[in-house]
């Protein structure tokens, strides 16, 4: 019979141990955490520091004003704020509505071509959007000089370039949800005499809000924080988001107004921490159980 091992034995092999298995988790995550969180805090630091340029703000709130915020009055930067929030919120709700019909087609549906559009869709994704902004830049002149509101600078343009780039992606991440909805739902509201439309807005719309909030979301993220295809198709300063003007503050080197541009970005932020808080019971489910079914 062996003798129970000391205590002063154990316990290094005990923490030795820990720390192979859960300890070294603490530094890992303290890293990730600072790594994710300094650059907000210096953004924090330049909008509340009112000499308006990154050096000045090496020293994290030295100064604390709000001159930044404001300045902002003295902008365009709420006309702005204005013209994102509107081509935002339009292309969001057109992306889920139109991403829902097409899943709910591709879905319930069974027409020749079916398998073949799918895959489409699927090939025409893989291609980056850089691709196509010579033609859509091309295809935008030509359609300007026979219907101008649909031209170049025009907010209704800009919305149907978003609507048209993430129909491919919406479709593809709402067919999977709709799939994992039992088609036995649909028959038996058709034995009661519902129509297509009725068995779409009535009974699956409700079942896949948490995907439809995702894609909402995605969308709304996307035309909120782009700036290429804005800036190709807005050209008037009227007309301008929130990413095209607020550029201009900082592109110029002799005369960039960082702590204007920090105070922007904060002010920015605002409606998509708002819209994420409002959402994110939904985004996990939304994400995943359409990934893994159907």
Request: aromatic share 12%.
């Amino acid at each position: 019979m062996t003798s129970p091992q000391p205590r002063a034995l154990r316990s290094p092999t005990r923490r030795g141990r820990w720390w192979s298995e859960v300890g070294w988790k603490y530094p890992v995550a303290a890293v990730i955490l600072f790594y994710a969180v300094f650059p907000l805090v210096y953004v924090l630091s330049a909008a509340f520091n009112p000499r308006g340029s990154l050096a000045a703000s090496n020293a994290l709130f030295s100064s604390v004003s709000l001159d930044n915020f404001a300045a902002l009055g003295t902008t365009q930067f709420w006309t702005w704020m204005g013209n994102t929030l509107l081509i935002g919120g339009v292309a969001a709700i057109g992306a889920v509505l139109m991403g829902a019909a097409a899943a709910y087609s591709f879905s319930r549906f069974r027409f020749r071509g079916r398998r073949a559009g799918l895959t489409a869709l699927l090939i025409v994704q893989m291609f980056p959007q850089t691709v196509a902004f010579v033609a859509l830049f091309l295809l935008l002149l030509g359609l300007g000089e026979v219907v101008p509101e649909l031209g170049i600078n025009s907010k209704i343009t800009l919305i149907c370039v978003y609507l048209g780039g993430a129909l491919g992606a919406n479709t593809f991440l709402m067919y999977g949800f709709f799939n994992s909805i039992p088609t036995e739902l649909d028959e038996s509201a058709k034995m009661d005499g519902a129509t297509h439309a009725q068995v779409f807005w009535r009974i699956i719309m409700p079942l896949v809000t948490p995907v439809l909030a995702v894609v909402g979301l995605l969308a709304f993220i996307a035309a909120f924080g782009d700036f290429v295809l804005a800036r190709i198709v807005l050209t008037s300063e009227d007309n301008w988001t929130l990413a095209v003007g607020m550029y201009q503050w900082v592109s110029n080197q002799l005369a960039s107004r960082w702590g204007l541009f920090a105070a922007g970005t904060v002010v920015a932020a605002i409606p998509l921490i708002a819209l994420f808080l409002a959402t994110q019971r939904y985004i996990v489910g939304g994400l995943t159980q359409g990934a893994v079914k159907g």
